[in-house]
């Protein structure tokens, strides 16, 4: 199985600042098809999973463009401009390359 | 709007069975592969299963294997998950999950908002 390893695990950032969020893969996810299927997606308390960003960097319809995704072959990063009170949640990267599909241990961001 | 609206989950005793349901709406459902994803209390997100458009292809996590069966019905336009021999581990918030295509799997572009599974005796 593919093991997704994200950091940081929790993630204190105070509002307006940037924050960064690491996921690591333990092979490529590069597909036979040349496609990397690597997905985002953003928790909020007490909601469901909501995707933001699919195939490393393609930001999802009402994505706000200060997410962006970014990485290649077993290196992928979530970057957030300017952190918002809205974005307080966890956050996972996914991999649909190879099954089974995995999910990174999720990272908490929480405002400082 | 998608729509999918998850129901079936309750308590059970270990041992025990139940059938998740997924009513969908708003979207061609057999153009799509769907999927379930579950979510112990506290814990992260792990991929439980995944059906194609055509249900003609499934996929389970080794640790449902054998014990849940995906399937759907796209006359109604619904993805079920039957589970047998229910154990404490499996309990958690069933979510179930539109995929990108018939035969795409990894999309997760749409959720439910979960139905809660709790194996307890």
């Known amino acids: 199985d593919i093991v997704m390893t994200q950091s940081p695990l929790s993630l204190p950032v105070t509002l307006g600042q940037p924050a960064s969020i690491s996921c690591r893969s333990s092979?490529?996810?590069?597909?036979?098809?040349?496609?990397?299927?690597l997905n985002w997606f953003q928790q909020r308390p007490g909601q469901s999973p909501r995707r933001l960003i699919y195939?490393?960097?393609n930001r999802d319809s009402g994505v706000p463009d200060r997410f962006s995704g970014s990485g290649s072959g077993t290196d992928f990063t979530l970057k957030i401009s300017r952190v918002e009170a809205e974005d307080v949640g966890v956050y996972y990267c996914?991999?649909?390359?190879?099954?089974?599909?995995?999910f990174g241990q999720g990272t908490r961001l929480e405002i400082k | 709007e998608v729509q999918l609206v998850e129901s079936g989950g309750g308590l059970v005793r270990p041992g025990g069975s139940l059938r998740l349901s997924c009513a969908t709406s708003?979207?061609?459902?057999?153009?799509?592969?769907m999927t379930w994803v579950r979510q112990a209390p506290g814990k992260g997100l792990e991929w439980v299963s995944s059906?194609?458009?055509?249900?003609?292809?499934?996929f389970y996590a080794d640790s449902v294997k054998g014990r849940f069966t995906i399937s759907r019905d796209n006359s109604k336009n619904t993805l079920y998950l039957q589970m047998n021999s229910l154990r404490a581990g499996d309990t958690a918030l069933y979510y179930c999950?539109?995929?990108?295509?018939?035969?795409?799997?990894?999309?997760?572009?749409?959720w439910g908002q979960g139905t809660l599974v709790t194996v307890s005796s």
């Open positions: 999950v539109k995929s990108c295509g018939a035969d795409c799997y990894s999309g997760f572009d749409n």
């Open positions: 708003r979207f061609t459902f057999s153009k799509y592969a």
């Open positions: 059906i194609s458009g055509s249900g003609g292809g499934t």
């Open positions: 092979q490529s996810l590069v597909f036979s098809d040349g496609i990397t299927y």
């Open positions: 195939k490393v960097s």
């Open positions: 996914m991999q649909g390359t190879q099954w089974p599909i995995t």
